[in-house]
């Protein structure tokens, strides 16, 4: 399984930016999908995650400020980030949990994209 996301970028505070994540494979809609951070220093830590059939939960610090949504006909996942702030600057990693239901289950990893927010 692969995972690709795309979207990040340079932006200013208080901006916003869109990410998102393209999965390869026929049963998406079964992928427990989220979206971790990981700044200089400092562990990868849980954004947003999102389940099959899209609840969701948020990092305390993200919470009312990014969205996470999905869309399993197009095997992708997204995340919105509004009011963005110098803090949320970060490698962004697209993740997903496959279930042993699937042939490929298991835990995968995009190769993470840049978020640089200036103040």
């Known amino acids: 399984v692969q995972l690709v996301e795309s979207g990040g970028g340079l932006v200013q505070a208080g901006g916003s930016l869109r990410l998102s994540c393209a999965a390869s494979g026929s049963d998406f809609s079964i992928y427990v999908m989220g979206w971790y951070r990981q700044s200089p220093g400092k562990q990868r830590e849980l954004v947003a995650g999102?389940?099959?059939?899209?609840?969701?939960t948020y990092g305390a610090s993200v919470k009312g400020r990014f969205t996470i949504s999905r869309d399993n006909a197009k095997n992708t996942m997204y995340l919105q980030m509004n009011s963005l702030k110098p803090e949320d600057t970060a490698v962004y990693y697209c993740?997903?949990?496959?279930?042993?239901?699937?042939?490929?289950?298991?835990?995968?990893w995009g190769q993470g994209t840049q978020v640089t927010v200036s103040s």
């Open positions: 999102i389940s099959g059939g899209g609840l969701t």
């Open positions: 993740h997903a949990t496959i279930p042993p239901t699937s042939f490929y289950s298991g835990d995968y």
